[in-house]
């Protein structure tokens, strides 16, 4: 039976090309034609489909956005008080200035903030900023940094340019020609990739972006090396802690890892589920926004800084990080064990809290698919990436291994008979979401 949450992306599809805004919550991804697709609640991790279905969500919860738990009590508290007293007004809202002190007391580098409201979008502001500051055009970078046309123009390039960084065989259709060689990658933990960029293009480059980790650590000297190059060019060395910020500390990653950015950008986690995001940076190079136009009217109102200060103080009051830290190496070690015990060959990795699992088999991606589908039916949201949360408790992990020692005998079993594709109930997941770096 076709649940209401597959017959409504269906429509979707005929209305809102590519069905959804974000490519990770395309069901395609997951389990296609079995995948929930919507939800009617989510709180904390547990999230009821349009059918009532009840699942536990030990998958991207919120696609990293919820690192506190869907529907936060203290968070949800602030951005009710904001709505209560006016989500916006032809003035502006004082939290705006007290999420900017907060910020520059965790980040004391940092001495200037702007706002945005998405991570893609921060980027871009961070990188208009840089280029005015500079005055040069040229980006090196390494990593996932959005979609807008400064990191899509790689891919004008070479098709392939981006495969290791984000969407193999993604198109740069509608990024004008002209900034064909504006935007040079390089892979994260190469850094002579960096010193080849930097040898032909060293005095034409205006930032170098990063993310400070990413699958695996940083590789010793590697961040190093990269604040040298961008002192050695006059580039902006740009930090992006969309998806590592708030993971492992209250703040971004590149504070643990002893790396002073000139700029830093954090969106997604930093206000659990509500729309924020935000570039800090070296007061010098951040009044460069005031040389250049940026500015837009939503990047006013009250809600995204309320939850931000909520999200901010909750997770430094209640040391978040060290529960997301524990919960992920659960996971981690979990999925060891019970892939040892049977023999399922694995590739385990990631940073603890955002942890990764991938089956080293030919059919790979069917296994993953049947993986999914498996523990779909077991009441888990369950992928190949497993986001921690405030809100996963001691119960919920014990319960979901449980769901594993019992699902990954079976992989074995449809391996060894060559039944993998004939178990699942649709096609196998497509990927494009890939994250090799
Ligand atoms: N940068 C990094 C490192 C990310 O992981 C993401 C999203 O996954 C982005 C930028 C883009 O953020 P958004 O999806 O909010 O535009």
């Known amino acids: 039976m076709t649940g209401k949450g597959q017959l409504l992306y269906k429509k979707a599809k005929s209305r809102i090309p590519g069905g959804t805004q974000l490519l990770s919550k395309r069901p395609e991804l997951h389990l296609p034609e079995q995948w929930p697709s919507y939800y009617s609640r989510a709180k904390g991790v547990d999230v009821w489909d349009l059918d009532g279905n009840h699942y536990v969500d030990m998958s991207f919860n919120g696609v990293g956005a919820s690192i506190l738990g869907a529907g936060d009590p203290d968070v949800d508290a602030a951005v009710k008080a904001a709505i209560d007293n006016g989500s916006m007004s032809t003035l502006n809202c004082p939290e705006e200035v007290e999420l900017a002190e907060l910020l520059c007391e965790l980040h004391p580098w940092a001495e200037m903030v702007r706002y945005a409201r998405g991570g893609g979008e921060a980027l871009a502001v961070a990188v208009r900023i840089a280029r005015a500051f500079t005055g040069r055009d040229l980006i090196a970078f390494s990593g996932y940094h959005g979609w807008h046309d400064w990191y899509l123009a790689a891919n004008l390039a070479e098709e392939s340019a981006l495969d290791g960084h984000l969407l193999p065989g993604l198109e740069p259709k509608g990024v004008p020609r002209g900034l064909l060689g504006t935007s040079m990658p390089f ?226 079993q449809t391996v060894d008979e060559g039944s993998v594709a004939a178990r699942l109930k649709g096609p196998v997941a497509h990927t494009g979401f890939h994250r090799l770096t």
Do not use: C
Request: no cysteine; charged share 20%; aromatic share 8%.
């Open 187 to 412: 892979r994260y933990n190469h850094i002579e990739e960096l010193e080849t960029i930097v040898a032909e293009h060293g005095s034409a480059l205006a930032a170098i972006v990063i993310e400070p980790v990413r699958r695996n650590d940083p590789a010793p000297g590697y961040l190093e090396g990269v604040r040298n190059y961008a002192d050695r060019t006059g580039a902006v060395l740009i930090v992006d802690e969309v998806s590592a910020g708030f993971r492992m500390n209250t703040g971004g990653a590149h504070l643990l890892y002893g790396l002073t950015p000139d700029m830093a950008v954090f969106a997604k986690s930093m206000s659990n589920g509500y729309p924020m995001a935000a570039v800090i940076g070296k007061a010098g190079i951040m009044e460069a926004a005031q040389s250049t136009f940026i500015s837009s009217t939503y990047w006013t109102e009250r809600i995204g800084p309320s939850a931000a200060i909520a999200t901010i103080l909750k997770h430094r009051r209640e040391d978040v990080a060290n529960h997301l830290i524990d919960t992920g190496k659960s996971i981690q070690e979990g999925w060891r064990q019970a892939a040892d015990s049977v023999g399922l060959k694995v590739d385990i990795g990631g940073i603890p809290p955002v942890s990764h699992i991938a089956f080293q088999y030919e059919e790979s991606q069917a296994l993953s698919t049947l993986f999914t589908q498996l523990m779909l039916e077991r009441g888990f949201l369950a992928a190949k990436a497993f986001y921690a949360t405030y809100a996963h408790t001691g119960n919920h992990v014990d319960s979901y291994l449980s769901a594993v020692r019992e699902v990954f005998p079976i992989l074995v």
